[in-house]
């Protein structure tokens, strides 16, 4: 016998402090009396009886009181059990966003919940049971266990998270624990997501139990916020583009305000037919600052309704130019007094040292590779044969290009990328922490003509190809100066004061150099945090701070999620249970002994209610009595 809650034992006190009120009431108040004749017949245990004695009444409360603090307790007597050891349970509980969306009031997340619980509350008693919940990541909330109160306890601390689902590698961690121990288990899952959407083979799929929840499809959501603004113009020049896409079938209506940091610059009533969009373009800013968008619509899913972007404030960036080439820098002259913010600072080779740079430079090295790491982005173009960054292996000409990576920002708009010209290139062998931008073939294989990666925390653009007089300014070669502005934007340094964009569900990571002592976090809920590792999960939408000793950044995080505002799901109709096939002869047969807690603290409530009326019949029968 034991108790489950001794954080509950200083209510004891509470005996005294009835046992306070008792003699408070028995005090005897001195008054002057002109005479004692009165007192003269008063009978000696009339007048002892003014002492505390405890009555009936006292005890029925004392007894009140301690079954009341014996509920609190959760008292528990252990209960021996012997017999084989029991099932195995697995519970995949989805935590995406769309888990929030409400159907007649009620979250998706609470129906699922209390289909867990009549999971949880049908075991037997050593029958193991493992948690896993699963939004942008899978984890294992509790292993294996029978201790079934644990596990209700970590199932009711779950909340639902504003981020995309990856039920399918939820559901496979599920799978690998079963089959980890050689015993066969039962996987439970608990989503809104039909089943049929996921890509498991048939096997899988029938060793799922599958409970489904949702029906409603009332939902309108900002589909993206995106504002346009390249690293040359002002804010005055920048441009938001939102798109509001409506998934329910049938025509809402909704009013769409934009704030720019907090005064409303833009607000729309507008209906939208069912399932589709409308796009909204806002330009004409009269500053800096944070743009928030906001949809205010009645649908079931309300945080897909707001979303975080900035415009920016043109800031100056020098181009360092490392040359020997004089009509290079000629030509990056004209370029930058037509590129606002621009300043071009030009040394030859020699005379170039890396502590002439600053971080928020960007560094042109033309034929030349330093010995040093220079401690900025850095475009290289046309390295020599003999350098310590990009081996080269030997020269080519007259070289076609053979593939590029178009997802990659530098070739973002830019088309015709086979007729950039290549006079003369040097065939590099591609360093391990580089990755292929353009490629061309020759006898050595496919090789990198351009390459990007990041090395010591800092961008590298490499171009394995020479820039001949004139080819930047050249009109025949506007695909070449495009991937050069291209290049240029990519290697521009963030402004450290601007806020990072990110989708929710990311992870942040801190630079390396920032240090963690004394770090705090602030989430979108207000909470203040220590930071103890050098990444965050943006795991809800809003804005996070990070701040250190001398480092802090701003995270906007938001949730453009068709797959999560899609709340209808019309392609499933397994909306129940998808019944598992029972392989046969798996379960063990071996015994256990174990000690299985039975609490009886409900039953002192019970007892306490059923004493209260008691005493509630006695003091009604007792006060007649002591009026006589």
């Known amino acids: 016998m034991g108790i489950l809650n001794p954080a509950a034992l200083p209510f004891v006190s509470l005996l005294g402090v009835l046992v306070l009120i008792y003699l408070r009431q028995r005090t005897r108040t001195r008054i002057e009396v002109p005479s004692l004749l009165f007192w003269t017949d008063v009978p000696e245990d009339r007048v002892r009886s003014r002492r505390f004695r405890p009555d009936l009444l006292f005890l029925l409360q004392v007894l009140l009181l301690l079954l009341l603090i014996g509920g609190l307790l959760h008292p528990y007597w252990s209960r021996t059990v012997t017999e084989t050891r029991g099932d195995r349970q697995i519970l995949v509980f989805d935590l995406s966003a769309s888990m929030q969306a409400r159907e007649n009031g009620v979250r998706r997340f609470d129906l699922a919940l209390d289909q ?213 820098h000629q030509e990056l002259q004209q370029l930058s007094r037509v590129l606002p913010g621009v300043t071009l600072r030009s040394t030859r080779p020699e005379d170039f040292s890396p502590t002439q740079v600053d971080e928020q430079d960007v560094v042109l090295f033309h034929q030349f590779v330093p010995d040093e790491a220079v401690p900025a982005n850095s475009l290289y173009i046309f390295p020599p044969v003999e350098n310590s960054l990009f081996p080269v292996l030997t020269e080519a000409a007259d070289l076609t290009i053979l593939d590029w990576n178009d997802e990659h920002e530098i070739l973002h708009n830019l088309q015709y990328v086979e007729a950039l010209p290549f006079k003369q290139a040097r065939i590099l062998a591609l360093p391990s922490w580089a990755q292929v931008l353009i490629s061309s073939k020759t006898s050595h294989g496919e090789i990198p003509l351009a390459l990007t990666g990041e090395r010591n925390g800092h961008r590298i653009v490499c171009l394995a190809f020479d820039l001949g007089a004139g080819n930047l300014t050249d009109s025949d070669n506007l695909t070449l100066l495009v991937l050069f502005l291209n290049a240029l934007r990519w290697l521009r340094p963030p402004n450290p004061l601007d806020p990072h964009l990110l989708p929710a569900g990311d992870v942040f990571f801190l630079p390396t150099d920032a240090p963690l002592d004394g770090a705090r976090l602030s989430t979108p809920q207000t909470e203040v945090q220590v930071l103890e590792a050098d990444t965050v999960s943006l795991d809800r939408v809003g ?76 003091a009604l029968w007792r006060s007649p009595l002591e009026g006589v």
């Open 116 to 328: 867990a619980k009549d999971v949880l509350h049908a075991l037997a008693p050593l029958d193991e049971v493992m948690l896993i919940g699963i939004a942008a990541r899978p984890q294992v909330i509790s292993g294996f266990t029978t201790d079934h109160r644990l596990v209700l306890h970590r199932l009711e601390g779950l909340r639902p998270q504003d981020t995309g689902t990856q039920l399918e590698l939820g559901i496979e961690l599920a799978l690998v624990q079963r089959d980890r121990a050689g015993r066969q288990a039962q996987i439970h899952v608990f989503t809104d997501l039909p089943s049929n959407q996921l890509s498991l083979s048939q096997t899988q799929q029938q060793a799922l139990t599958y409970h489904r929840v949702g029906e409603t499809d009332d939902n309108m959501a900002l589909a993206s916020v995106h504002v346009y603004q390249n690293p040359f113009q002002d804010y005055s020049q920048a441009q938001a583009y939102i798109l509001v896409r409506n998934y329910a079938n049938r025509t809402k209506t909704a009013t769409l305000r934009v704030e720019l940091n907090g005064q409303t610059v833009f607000q729309e009533a507008f209906s939208l037919s069912a399932n589709n969009t409308r796009s909204f373009s806002l330009g004409g800013f009269t500053g800096p600052g944070q743009l928030a968008v906001h949809l205010e619509s009645e649908d079931a899913l309300a945080v897909d309704n707001h979303a975080l972007n900035w415009v920016a404030e043109r800031r100056s960036t020098q181009l360092v130019l490392v040359s020997p080439a004089p009509h290079l």
């Open 543 to 618: 804005i996070y701070r990070v701040e250190t000793v001398s480092y802090q950044a701003e995270l906007y995080a938001n949730l453009f999620d068709e797959a999560e505002s899609d709340i209808g799901r019309q392609t499933g109709d397994d909306t129940g249970t998808v019944q598992p096939a029972v392989s046969p002869g798996v379960q063990t047969s071996s015994k256990a002994v174990q000690q299985i807690p039975v609490e009886f603290g409900q039953n002192l409530y019970w007892l306490a209610a059923l004493l209260l009326f008691a005493e509630w019949l006695y």
